[in-house]
């Protein structure tokens, strides 16, 4: 159980495009998901928390104009990268938290994104 | 302000050897504490997690983790290391309260196992 996938597992786009990521909780409602960013060699940093029928919570530094997320459902989060920029690049990552609190959160294998 | 300390960047052993991986944090409550790996290009797996009561927990593929508050530290332990087991290792703190707390993760480790 507590499965969560991201679609596309990997896409490439061009500079000034946009391009949407899917996150989906398949076996459990998710009130909360959340969004990361991973560099090369590096850790995940927090962009935003999503919250179910409510506007993100975008972390210090992130543009929300830029990296649109929307959680229109219990088991559906997406990120949309507006005009995205080659700097955009980056492995995304995101994890969905179950209603009842744990503190635990379930990951997705992740979208590389590349941006040309 | 919390933090996750993973003192060490890059680990080698050998395949068959024990294996410690360092976390040191800094949480002013009580932290739920966590150890995740993540195989190359791939999302992250929970090993084991820490909320309360036993300071010795078990986790999956034969992994160990002890908390001790004393020194702010949740090291993961293994007896003996499989190559499979090569990949990067994040330990993490959960903040905030009831099931929107955010993770905070250390920088990670890498473990290279030797045959």
């Known amino acids: 159980g507590a499965v969560v996938s991201q679609h596309p597992s990997w896409v490439i786009c061009k500079s000034g495009t946009s391009v949407k990521i899917e996150c989906r909780s398949l076996d459990f409602q998710a009130t909360t998901m959340f969004w990361y960013r991973q560099f090369p060699k590096q850790s995940l940093m927090l962009m935003a928390t999503s919250n179910e029928g409510s506007k993100a919570t975008y972390e210090q530094g992130v543009e929300k104009d830029k990296f649109l997320i929307n959680h229109a459902s219990l088991t559906l989060s997406t990120l949309t990268v507006t005009s995205a920029h080659p700097e955009d690049s980056s492995f995304y990552i995101c994890?969905?938290?179950?209603?009842?609190?744990?503190?635990?959160?379930?990951f997705g294998p992740g979208t590389r994104l590349t941006v040309t | 302000a919390q933090s996750v300390t993973q003192p060490d960047i890059h680990i080698t052993v050998s395949e068959g050897a024990s294996l410690e991986l360092r976390c040191n944090y800094s949480y002013g409550a009580t932290p739920y504490l966590f150890w995740y790996v993540q195989s190359p290009g791939q999302g992250l797996q929970l090993l084991l997690k820490?909320?309360?009561?036993?300071?010795l927990v078990q986790g999956i593929k034969g992994f160990e983790a002890e908390f001790k508050r004393s020194q702010s530290s949740f090291n993961l332990r293994k007896p003996s290391v499989h190559w499979s087991d090569a990949a990067e290792y994040f330990c993490a703190v959960a903040t905030g309260s009831g099931n929107t707390g955010k993770l905070i993760f250390g920088q990670g480790t890498t473990l290279q196992v030797k045959p």
């Open positions: 994890s969905a938290s179950p209603p009842v609190g744990s503190h635990e959160q379930y």
């Open positions: 820490y909320f309360s009561g036993d300071t």
